[in-house]
């Protein structure tokens, strides 16, 4: 097979709103995109009880494929049988039991779906769909683990940062660590290939495991012209924003603990001392999940406002004149900065925040990491507009040469096409359940 041969390819995510907004559904989007030169692409989307979409979620364009399902919560004898699968993992090295998503009635309909699509690839878009791993080996298909982040790595720091007040969060913080390391493991040995964003990721990956890991970077990008109307001036503002040249934004899922670090960082520390400089400033939060206290920080300052989730993000940075990014943990690459890029925003991000994005200092944004250092990059770009236009301009220029989807197309070619030509050399395994699927196909 060669990469001009029509490839079946199918996405099993969490996380697929359409129009795409955050880190994970644009980096599911942008795969999704990627994979439709080679053929047709199906989305299998799972949802948590909790997540339960208020109508079907719209489907999106080209996906020729498309299923839906919520995932029921699980029983308390369910979620107890669970962790003493996690123990007896660690125990034997056997895979642990099926996480919190896994649904015995949504394995049975995968297998249907396998079986009528017959996809050549399955893409895992989140760490926490690896509970699936068990229905997809029965099947002739290559499995990509798609590694938002070296997830292991990230609840490690987490772990070590965090201060525990009560001995119980303490243990679940650590058992959330373990699951994920046992989750991430099992997934990391038994993939294919495992997609990252950036070579960071990839040598973490490296340490990780005992055996070789077929890793390839498949970086993070933007559709470039989706943003080329905030770039020109010409995206209407928010009903209730009037034009400000002092508006800070910062965009994220605050539900996602780096996330909600650094806007407590910008509430209490950063913001404050910039609106001491421009009692006009005013600071954008936007993104879903924001959490009691960020909302009542926006209650008690009118100049900090909390969106909560949007349908569109492009109206909010349109209104902003930088975009920050005070992360101080997390992996992967950040989105945000490259939509801000892509946007003609100036960036002042920490050296974390940019980490995975080949951009220099002073030269496609400004990178500091204290709070004094913040504001200071922050009162820098306020006083002086057009060393913040020049900072816009050459990321700009990056992210088109280096991070748009037609750039990172040409990039990932060789590692899609290796991907593909595995199909012809299919293992005895593969070969085994081959036979199955030609008989079921057959029913």
């Known amino acids: 097979m060669t990469a001009k041969t029509p490839v079946q390819s199918l996405f099993l995510t969490s996380k697929m709103i359409y129009p795409p907004i955050g880190g994970a559904p644009l980096r599911n989007w942008q795969n999704i995109n990627l994979m ?102 029965r099947y002739p298909c290559q499995i990509v683990f798609d590694a938002h982040n070296a997830e292991t790595f990230l609840y490690r720091d987490i772990f070590r940062a965090e201060k525990f007040d009560r001995l119980k969060a303490k243990l679940d913080s650590l058992w959330q660590l373990l699951l994920v390391e046992a989750m991430e493991r099992n997934i990391v040995k038994r993939a294919t290939q495992v997609w990252v964003c950036s070579q960071q990721d990839a040598q973490l990956f490296q340490s990780f495991s005992s055996k070789q890991v077929s890793t390839a970077v498949v970086p993070n990008g933007v559709n470039v012209s989706h943003y080329s109307s905030i770039r020109s001036g010409q995206h209407p503002l928010p009903p209730d924003l009037a034009p400000s040249p002092h508006t800070l934004i910062f965009t994220a899922t605050f539900g996602y603990f780096p996330n909600a670090i650094a806007a407590k960082l910008l509430i209490e520390d950063i913001f404050p001392k910039l609106q001491a400089l421009y009692p006009d400033s005013r600071l954008l939060l936007v993104g879903a999940n924001p959490a009691e206290w960020m909302k009542d920080a926006a209650q008690a300052n009118s100049n900090i406002i909390v969106t909560g989730k949007v349908p569109d993000i492009r109206p909010y940075m349109a209104a902003s004149s930088v975009v920050i990014v005070p992360l101080l943990q997390g992996g992967g690459t950040r989105l945000k900065i490259l939509e801000a890029f892509a946007a003609g925003r100036p960036v002042v991000s920490t050296a974390k925040g940019a980490e995975g994005i080949k951009a220099q200092d002073g030269v496609h944004l400004l990178i500091r990491d204290s709070v004094d250092e913040l504001v200071e990059g922050v009162q820098t770009l306020w006083q002086h507009p057009e060393e913040g236009q020049q900072l816009a301009q050459s990321a700009y220029e990056l992210v088109q040469e280096t991070y748009s989807w037609d750039a990172i197309g040409r990039q990932i070619k060789p590692t899609i096409e290796h991907l593909l030509k595995l199909n012809s050399q299919p293992s005895n395994s593969a070969l085994e359940a081959s036979s199955m699927k030609n008989a079921s196909s057959r029913v």
């Open 36 to 137: 439709m030169q080679y053929g047709e692409v199906g989305v299998v989307y799972l949802h948590g009880a909790h997540e339960k979409p208020t109508s079907t979620p719209e489907r999106p364009p080209g996906v020729a494929t498309w299923h839906w399902h919520t995932v029921e919560k699980r029983s308390p004898i369910q979620a107890i049988a669970r962790r003493l699968g996690l123990l007896l993992w660690y125990g034997t090295r056997i895979d642990p039991l099926p996480d919190k998503r896994y649904s015995p009635a949504i394995a049975k309909e995968l297998e249907r779906i396998l079986t009528e699509f017959q996809p050549d690839v399955v893409i895992i878009e989140e760490l926490w769909l690896c509970s699936y791993l068990s229905v997809l080996k």
